[in-house]
């Protein structure tokens, strides 16, 4: 376990960003700004124009990281107190859970919820109370 | 103009969940941990998030069409169903595993930290194995009966 600090205004700034990367991407694209959606296509393509704003799109977020080391000096942190097994197991279930699901967090919680849909409104409130089981079952009951 | 566009929306994606500490599994997990480590920031992601774009989408959606395309590409199913629902499920159970999900991994690459790479290729290869599944499945049992919740 590692322990964060609270950090209200830069997680509210990101969270504004994130909000506003939604909106232009259905202002432009007429698309919903899900990481599981644009991924989904990358991997199966339907035709090159549909995969090339997609590839676009990821390269833009795999540079987010790249531009705060430009402006503040350092990488954003990633701090991963899980094992590399767990991170495959993890890695595997979270992949088939967004496929039969239809999106993650950024595609139902945010975009969906965003637009009152009844499926991503019940898609949000079933995985935020899944994962806090989840977590709370290794931290406390298994004690990882 | 398209694919300029869609890197700098991208951009803008990658540097908000860079700041937000979403694509810091450490904070993540603290998220959730709320008997434990509790760390309420990423409410606070959700909760700018939701609001820009709930603002957003009234006004961008309620023109005729988006700039770049011919039109809005929205889903429309209000129903919900067992593959919708236990599909959260399990994707919750993943998150709560690893502490990355696809929105905070993707932009986290761009770090070069190995654990992301990890946990990327195996949620390529879920999404992968749970597409060939879903094909294996509809193929046998066509008419497909949905189970409605």
């Known amino acids: 376990m590692i322990e964060t600090a609270f950090t209200p205004f830069q997680s509210l700034a990101g969270g504004v960003l994130i909000g506003l990367a939604a909106v232009m991407l259905m202002g432009t694209m007429g698309r919903v700004m899900g990481a599981t959606g644009i991924l989904a296509g990358i991997l199966q393509p339907s035709n090159l124009s549909d995969w090339s704003w997609r590839v676009a799109v990821v390269l833009g977020m795999v540079s987010g990281p790249v531009a705060v080391l430009a402006i503040t000096g350092q990488f954003p942190a990633v701090q991963v107190p899980v094992s590399t097994p767990m991170l495959v197991i993890g890695g595997f279930i979270v992949g088939i859970g967004v496929t039969f699901g239809a999106g993650c967090t950024s595609g139902h919680g945010v975009c969906g919820m965003a637009r009152l849909s009844p499926r991503s409104i019940a898609a949000t409130l079933t995985f935020m109370l899944t994962t806090a089981i989840t977590v709370y079952v290794i931290r406390h009951v298994l004690g990882g | ?149």
């Open chain 2, 1 to 149: 103009m398209r694919l300029f566009v869609s890197y700098l929306i991208g951009l803008v994606f990658g540097i908000g969940i860079s700041i937000s500490g979403m694509a810091n599994p450490a904070k993540v997990l603290n998220f959730f941990d709320i008997a434990g480590q509790w760390d309420p920031s990423l409410a606070f992601v959700m909760g700018g998030a939701l609001i820009v774009t709930f603002v957003g989408y009234r006004f961008v959606l309620k023109r005729s069409g988006p700039a770049l395309a011919s039109q809005f590409q929205l889903p429309t199913r209000r129903d919900l169903d067992l593959p919708l629902i236990g599909g959260a499920a399990v994707f919750g159970v993943g998150w709560g595993i690893a502490g990355f999900c696809p929105g905070g991994a993707l932009p986290a690459l761009g770090t070069a930290n190995p654990d992301v790479f990890v946990f990327v290729a195996a949620l390529v290869a879920g999404i992968i194995a749970a597409k060939t599944l879903r094909a294996a499945l509809a193929g046998r049992a066509s008419p497909t009966i949905t189970p409605t919740l």
